[in-house]
């Protein structure tokens, strides 16, 4: 599809949405096809997109056509968690499906889909649509802005604090094939406010040819805190971009954790920011591609205030003929003193075949700083092989622990136990070498 | 159970072993002295089944079966075990999982039924308190931050869970204080039966103190120049290598 189509698209989704209670983000989705023409299709001349081809999404021709509720579907218990939440927010593709959705908050937070708070014109919400991300920085958060529909609200009060987490749980199903689904999530927690934010997306079947575009904005108040594990699972033709902000005020600590392991193209891009000092951003995440998968990490993080630490550690495993990417540039302001940052990658090389484009970047402009970065890409261990095999371990299951062994350090990030064996046994079943 | 008849063997162009003879039945208990550079950890290796030897003649028997043709993995499931020099270190790979996958695989190999987590835990147990391994490193990642002892220590751990046929222990005294010695032995020890067989490679007649031979042979430049009782290694604790390196040369 040409930058013309996709302005089409998101016009005639425009037109198609229900407005029985006004739109209150139509500005915001004109301002976002205006951008779409400025920014044109993303190429490998800009450098965001140096090395992740979009021809394979826009040659593409998925419907991005209005979202109605399958009430039919029924089984979400995909890989369900044994751990208790405090809510869950069932997406089934692209749709917020209340059946199978549980919880609905405690008094001082507000949990609900982005659909009805637009259905009710919920100002305090819609208002805050956009606040981070902007109406779009390329072509596909443009789109998203454009057409989104739904997603999920998270709102805390101040001194709010969840004991469970609350799960936004993301079911493509093969209604999806041949369709575009575009998702926006707004947490929001106010002073001391704290939460665990789980976010996973699931196929039914890996025929499923399909693309998920989520936003997700998240904005943390003096001391709140929030516990953010992302977990990408998607079938093997799906493609996914997601887009994550952040803005971390005064004392405020955000601590994430992402796996992509799915999708035939998987990019994910990180936006951090400090607003106020002594803020702490840990932010992890592990990926692994084979035969027909790109994975992309994009991540930055802006150090505009003093006194904040930010700690990024990204692992991948590439096999086959695997793709990956990642990109993390840390930024720290002329005003920052005594910030302190850590960004570092590894990648782990199984095939001759497979490809890591890594660009570990620092840009500091304070002179009172604590900042490393690092970058590696390597190949199994043999004398490691070797003892394994010594033990009775046959080498391709050798080869397996080893791997998992090598991100066993960002899968322990995970807090949730189910997700840390569902991780582990996903990647078991991924590396068929 | 093992024989090894005539053994060449080298690294790339350079031969190191050059005419080994060695049999060894269950129950026995062989130790293989000799000094620096003579060829003692190649042939652990090589039974072991490490890369990057070139075999260039003579042939290994274990348990009826040519050992250079099977698979690494192959000896250790019928029952061979290298007790390493140099445990290696495995970042995120837990000493447990480890442990269990790989008595599961040897279990697996052999047609017996996997072993349950709980039935696991106790047997491992058990064990580590007979090697005296702190209970905290099963729980660590495999041999990372192991003190040199506590890493001898787990490769005797491991053999104690494994039950080998044939146990080699690749010098596996060096760099042990004297306690940390003679609980590895007593673990080693343990081990001793009438199905199974030891093959103690060491530079040292110390450990041969505490791990008592049948026989011990004496290996320089490549070939077993002396072979005999326990009371040789004593001879030469005594006198050095020397005496026997200028007769073998005479």
């Given at each position: 599809?040409n930058l013309?189509?996709?302005?089409?698209?998101?016009?005639?989704?425009?037109?198609s949405?229900?407005s029985?209670h006004?739109?209150?983000l139509?500005?915001?989705?004109?301002?976002?096809?205006?951008?779409m023409s400025d920014l044109?299709?993303?190429?490998?001349?800009?450098?965001?997109w140096?090395?992740?081809?979009?021809?394979?999404?826009?040659?593409k021709?998925?419907?991005?056509d209005?979202l109605?509720?399958?009430?039919?579907?029924d089984?979400?218990e995909?890989?369900?968690?044994?751990?208790?939440?405090?809510?869950?927010?069932v997406?089934?593709?692209?749709?917020?499906n209340?059946?199978?959705?549980?919880?609905?908050?405690?008094?001082g937070?507000?949990?609900?889909s982005l659909?009805?708070?637009?259905?009710?014109?919920?100002?305090?919400?819609l208002?805050?649509?956009?606040?981070l991300s902007?109406?779009g920085?390329?072509?596909?958060t443009?789109?998203?802005m454009?057409?989104v529909?739904?997603?999920a609200?998270?709102?805390?009060?101040?001194?709010?604090?969840?004991?469970?987490?609350?799960e936004?749980?993301?079911?493509?199903?093969?209604?999806s094939?041949?369709?575009g689904?575009?998702?926006?999530?707004?947490v929001?927690?106010?002073?001391?406010a704290?939460?665990?934010l789980?976010?996973?997306?699931?196929s039914?079947?890996?025929?499923?040819?399909?693309?998920?575009?989520?936003?997700?904005?998240?904005?943390?108040?003096?001391?709140?805190e929030?516990?953010h594990?992302?977990?990408?699972?998607?079938g093997?033709?799906?493609?996914?971009l997601?887009?994550?902000?952040?803005?971390?005020?005064q004392g405020?600590?955000?601590q994430?954790?992402?796996?992509?392991?799915?999708?035939?193209?998987?990019?994910?891009?990180?936006?951090?920011?400090?607003?106020?000092?002594?803020?702490?951003?840990?932010v992890?995440?592990?990926y692994a591609?084979?035969?027909?998968?790109?994975?992309?990490?994009?991540?930055?993080v802006?150090h505009?205030?003093?006194?904040?630490?930010?700690r990024?550690?990204?692992k991948g495993?590439?096999?086959?003929?695997?793709?990956?990417v990642?990109?993390g540039l840390?930024?720290?302001?002329?005003?920052a003193?005594?910030?302190e940052?850590?960004?570092?990658?590894?990648?782990?090389m199984l095939?001759?075949?497979?490809?890591?484009?890594?660009?570990?970047?620092l840009?500091?402009?304070a002179?009172?700083v604590k900042?490393s970065?690092?970058?590696?890409v390597?190949?199994?261990?043999?004398?490691a092989?070797?003892?394994l095999?010594s033990?009775?371990?046959d080498?391709?299951?050798?080869?397996?622990?080893?791997?998992?062994?090598?991100?066993?350090?960002i899968?322990?990030?995970?807090?949730t136990?189910s997700?840390?064996?569902?991780?582990?046994?996903?990647l078991?079943?991924?590396?068929r070498? | 159970?093992?024989t090894?008849?005539?053994l060449?063997?080298?690294?790339?162009?350079k031969?190191?072993?050059?005419?080994?003879?060695?049999?060894?039945n269950?129950?026995?208990?062989h130790?293989?002295?000799?000094p620096n550079g003579?060829g003692?950890?190649?042939?652990a290796?090589?039974?072991?089944g490490?890369?990057g030897?070139?075999?260039?003649d003579?042939?290994?028997n274990?348990?009826?079966?040519n050992?250079?043709e099977?698979?690494?993995?192959?000896?250790?499931?019928?029952?061979?075990?290298?007790?390493?020099?140099?445990?290696v270190?495995?970042?995120?790979?837990?000493?447990m999982?480890?442990?269990?996958?790989s008595?599961?695989?040897?279990?697996?190999?052999?047609?017996?039924?996997?072993?349950?987590?709980?039935?696991?835990m106790?047997?491992v147990?058990?064990k580590?308190?007979?090697?005296?391994?702190?209970d905290?490193l099963?729980?660590?990642?495999?041999n990372?931050?192991?003190?040199g002892?506590?890493?001898?220590?787990?490769?005797i751990?491991?053999?104690?869970?494994?039950?080998p046929?044939?146990?080699?222990l690749?010098?596996?005294?060096?760099?042990?204080d004297?306690?940390?010695l003679?609980?590895?032995?007593?673990?080693v020890?343990?081990?001793?039966?009438e199905?199974?067989?030891?093959?103690?490679v060491t530079?040292?007649?110390?450990?041969?103190?505490?791990?008592q031979?049948?026989f011990?042979?004496v290996l320089?430049?490549g070939?077993?120049?002396?072979?005999g009782?326990?009371?040789?290694?004593?001879?030469?604790?005594?006198?050095?290598?020397?005496?026997?390196?200028n007769?073998?040369?005479?």
């Amino acid at each position: 599809m040409n930058l013309e189509s996709y302005r089409q698209i998101a016009q005639r989704a425009i037109q198609s949405l229900p407005s029985e209670h006004g739109d209150w983000l139509i500005e915001k989705r004109l301002a976002a096809i205006r951008q779409m023409s400025d920014l044109g299709i993303p190429d490998a001349r800009q450098e965001a997109w140096r090395y992740t081809s979009v021809e394979g999404l826009t040659a593409k021709t998925f419907q991005f056509d209005n979202l109605v509720l399958d009430a039919t579907f029924d089984s979400p218990e995909l890989s369900p968690l044994n751990e208790p939440v405090a809510a869950r927010l069932v997406f089934i593709d692209g749709i917020y499906n209340p059946a199978l959705s549980v919880g609905d908050g405690q008094h001082g937070c507000k949990i609900t889909s982005l659909r009805s708070a637009m259905a009710e014109g919920d100002q305090s919400v819609l208002l805050s649509v956009a606040k981070l991300s902007g109406v779009g920085d390329h072509l596909f958060t443009a789109l998203n802005m454009a057409t989104v529909q739904d997603g999920a609200v998270i709102k805390l009060s101040p001194g709010v604090i969840i004991e469970h987490p609350v799960e936004l749980l993301h079911i493509t199903t093969n209604r999806s094939d041949s369709h575009g689904r575009q998702l926006r999530h707004l947490v929001e927690l106010d002073k001391g406010a704290s939460v665990s934010l789980i976010e996973r997306y699931l196929s039914i079947s890996d025929d499923t040819d399909y693309f998920n575009n989520v936003v997700c904005e998240i904005s943390l108040a003096e001391g709140a805190e929030l516990r953010h594990q992302r977990l990408q699972q998607e079938g093997e033709l799906a493609y996914h971009l997601s887009n994550v902000h952040v803005e971390l005020g005064q004392g405020a600590r955000y601590q994430a954790v992402n796996a992509a392991l799915g999708g035939a193209w998987s990019r994910t891009e990180l936006h951090n920011g400090f607003s106020g000092k002594d803020a702490e951003l840990d932010v992890a995440g592990l990926y692994a591609a084979g035969d027909g998968q790109l994975t992309d990490f994009h991540l930055d993080v802006d150090h505009a205030v003093p006194h904040c630490t930010s700690r990024e550690n990204f692992k991948g495993i590439l096999y086959g003929a695997g793709r990956a990417v990642f990109d993390g540039l840390i930024q720290v302001q002329v005003d920052a003193q005594q910030s302190e940052a850590h960004l570092h990658n590894a990648n782990l090389m199984l095939s001759t075949q497979a490809e890591v484009d890594t660009k570990p970047q620092l840009v500091i402009l304070a002179d009172d700083v604590k900042c490393s970065h690092g970058t590696s890409v390597g190949q199994l261990d043999q004398e490691a092989l070797f003892y394994l095999r010594s033990r009775g371990i046959d080498a391709a299951q050798a080869r397996r622990i080893l791997c998992l062994g090598f991100v066993g350090e960002i899968i322990d990030k995970f807090e949730t136990p189910s997700l840390r064996e569902q991780i582990n046994s996903d990647l078991l079943q991924r590396m068929r070498f | 159970m093992l024989t090894i008849e005539n053994l060449h063997a080298g690294i790339e162009e350079k031969a190191i072993l050059k005419g080994i003879d060695l049999r060894i039945n269950a129950g026995e208990v062989h130790a293989i002295m000799g000094p620096n550079g003579s060829g003692k950890s190649t042939l652990a290796h090589i039974l072991a089944g490490r890369d990057g030897y070139q075999v260039s003649d003579g042939a290994v028997n274990y348990l009826g079966d040519n050992l250079l043709e099977l698979e690494v993995e192959q000896r250790a499931q019928r029952g061979l075990f290298l007790a390493m020099q140099y445990p290696v270190e495995l970042p995120g790979v837990n000493n447990m999982s480890f442990l269990r996958e790989s008595l599961n695989a040897i279990r697996k190999a052999r047609g017996d039924e996997e072993i349950d987590a709980v039935s696991f835990m106790k047997l491992v147990r058990a064990k580590a308190k007979q090697v005296k391994l702190d209970d905290k490193l099963l729980k660590r990642p495999v041999n990372v931050g192991f003190s040199g002892g506590e890493k001898k220590r787990n490769e005797i751990l491991q053999m104690a869970v494994l039950e080998p046929r044939l146990a080699i222990l690749d010098e596996t005294d060096s760099g042990l204080d004297i306690d940390a010695l003679r609980t590895v032995a007593d673990g080693v020890n343990m081990l001793r039966s009438e199905e199974r067989a030891l093959l103690v490679v060491t530079h040292y007649q110390r450990l041969l103190e505490y791990i008592q031979p049948d026989f011990v042979h004496v290996l320089a430049a490549g070939r077993i120049i002396r072979s005999g009782g326990k009371e040789l290694a004593l001879e030469l604790e005594e006198k050095g290598y020397g005496w026997l390196l200028n007769e073998a040369a005479a």
